[in-house]
Nanobody, 119 residues
């Protein structure tokens, strides 16, 4: 099982970016999916999460600016980021709780994608 994230980049404050993360491999079912971020010198934090039924949760700092969604057919989770601020600068990681074809539910991580917001 692999998670492949994409969509990061450099954007000016107030701009938008859309991150994508596709799961692949021997997957029986994807349960929860989410996005985390880690800024230099800081701990990794949860940005947004979405359950298999579509329930979402957001960090207070991104509410009303970021939107998480998922396409269960494509096994992909998205993070639409609007009105970006310099403090959103971080490496963004996707994560998913996946039941593989053989084995127990396991958390998997993507490789991280850099988001840089200039002021």
């Amino acid at each position: 099982v692999q998670l492949q994230a994409s969509g990061g980049g450099l954007v000016q404050a107030g701009g938008s970016l859309r991150l994508s993360c596709a799961a692949s491999g021997s997957i029986r079912r994807i349960i929860d999916m989410g996005w985390y971020r880690q800024a230099p010198g800081k701990q990794r934090e949860l940005v947004a999460s979405i359950t298999s039924s579509g329930s979402t949760d957001y960090a207070d700092s991104v509410k009303d600016r970021f939107t998480i969604s998922r396409d269960n057919v494509k096994k992909t989770v998205y993070l639409q980021m609007n009105r970006l601020k310099p403090e959103d600068t971080a490496v963004y990681y996707c994560s998913a709780k996946i039941i593989p074809n053989y084995g127990s539910p396991t958390y998997y991580w993507g490789q991280g994608t850099q988001v840089t917001v200039s002021s």
